[in-house]
């Protein structure tokens, strides 16, 4: 897919919990085509010599008729605090789509889907929640965190699926860690997406080859260019290192080195 | 309108003064939804070594004020693939395609030189003794004029076409080792390389990069840049190409003005993709507004 250096609006900035940001932007010209799992990467015009890179956020929802682009924030460091702090009017530079995507569905004939995120790690999977729900899936989400207070868009994830959640403090959904949730027990499925803490996606990725169930992770290694130049953002597969923003962010388990 | 044309060594003439620096372009093709690629005076494409190289393990990549650190560590191929599977890519571009090539010992250098003498289109490489994140050859080379010597010579036996050396500037005196090079048959410099730097994360109390230290470039680094391009003007004949956190025309200009007969933009790729057209045409309308003919005219003009 061709890649674009695109001057966006934001139309809306909304604080939905502690340092997390919705970022709804939006262009004058027709955006283009952005696929569930594929990610920006955000100039930052930032008063702090400290911020140099771009930030690669991923593709939190696109909808290609509004002509609308959602990114979520999650403000840790003095660059993306600086993003999630922008003024809706503001003018955001960026250069997208980057990445592969999701494969959908990910393997023939699958039709229970779970889609598992946690924390920030939710944000590409409202996109492809909704996409699949667009292509007849009925999608499963089951997200976690700390707590309450991160795991936003709740709502937004609901109008595609079913929707898990659990809280390390128990203070929203099921106490406990994802892998955890009652409705794993209650349900079988055929194909298992995740994005979320490296740890986190490491477990679901055991929890889905133990059972023979294919599954997709979302990686985010640190990267400085985002188009294959830099290879700084390898991450080490069964044929080598291999640079997350061109051949991921999304790998299938099988490539990785995780489970040997 | 200037004339753009400068020379940068040997046989090599390019459209433009403005050139990407290796490691920071890929292959040139990475860019080219961004910009008409032809339009640079030369790609410095990614260092490329005999051997395939796997590279060093994650993390790689440390942001630092103004600047970052990386240790990828010459990840390639090998020259056969570069001949292979690039090279039918690139080679019809209608810029320079040069090729940072890289080596453990001299025997590999010459070994991928030879390789890359073979391709036609390739008119010139850039040979690489100032990598700071291989554990054998690279910088160690580029370290001692003795060193560079030796390689440089070894290479020149086999290269016939422009041999442009690539000077590291974590040495003493970095005109010592350019006149080693020039001395060995060197038709042209580029400098710098990047500089041996360090990064700690705070709360795993650990280094950042998984190789302990890494390569500094981007803007931080250019003030060191432009006083070794300036010293080495003064200590050799040959054209020089000048590296080191060239974010805007200003900077192609200073380091131009400073001895540079073309530069190369590196770090600054990955936050403009298209940061080499805006320089270009801001170096353009200076030679205009300043009254010269062509760019040409500005290397070396500094004025002390």
Known sequence: ??????????????????????????????LPEMLPGQFAQLRIDSASPQVFLRRPISIHYFNKDTNELWLLVHAVGAGTRALADLPSGSIVNMIAPLGNHFTMPLVPGATRLLLVGGGIGLAPLLFLGATLRDKGFEPTFLLGARQKEHLVQLGEFEKYGKVGITTEDGSLGEKGVVLQHSLLNDKAFDAVYACGPKGMMMAVAKY?????????????????CGIGACLCCVEDTIVGYKCICMEGPTFNIAKLKWLH | MAALNVYIGGELHICSPITTASGTFGYGVEYADFFDINLLGAIFVKGTTAEPREGNPYPRMAETASGMLNAVGLQNKGVQYFANDIYPLIKDLQTAVI?????????????????????????????????????????????????????VAAVRKV??????????PNVTDITEIARAAEAEGADSLSLINTLLGMAVDVRQRRPVLSTVTGGLSGPCIKPVA?????????????PLIGIGGIACWQDA????????????????????????????????????EQGFSSVAELTGALET
């Not at chain 1, 966006?8 to 939905?16: A, E, F, G, T, Y």
């Not at chain 2, 400073?258 to 801001?282: H, R, S």
């Open chain 2, 253 to 288: 200009v200073e380091f131009m003005l400073a001895g540079a007969a073309a530069v190369q933009v590196g770090t600054c790729n990955f936050i403009d993709p298209a940061v080499t057209v805006k320089i270009t045409e801001g170096v353009s309308n200076y030679c205009d």
């Open chain 2, 159 to 168: 290269y016939p076409k422009t041999l442009i050396v690539k000077l590291s």
């Open chain 1, 1 to 30: 897919m061709k890649k674009h250096i695109l001057d966006l609006i934001i139309s809306d900035n909304i604080r939905l919990g502690p340092g997390i940001a919705l970022l709804k932007l939006s262009s004058q010209s027709p």
């Open chain 2, 226 to 238: 432009l006083r070794m391009v300036w010293q080495t003007y003064r200590a050799v004949k040959i």
């Open chain 2, 99 to 151: 090729v940072n090539v890289s080596g453990s010992t001299v025997a590999s250098y010459v070994a991928c030189a030879e390789r890359i003498a073979e391709l036609a289109n390739i008119p010139a490489i850039e040979l690489n003794i100032s990598c700071p994140n291989v554990k054998r050859g690279g910088m160690a080379f580029g370290i001692s004029a003795q060193g560079a010597a030796e390689v």
């Open chain 1, 208 to 224: 889905a080859a133990d059972r023979y169930i294919p599954c997709e992770v979302s990686l985010e290694n640190v990267m400085a």
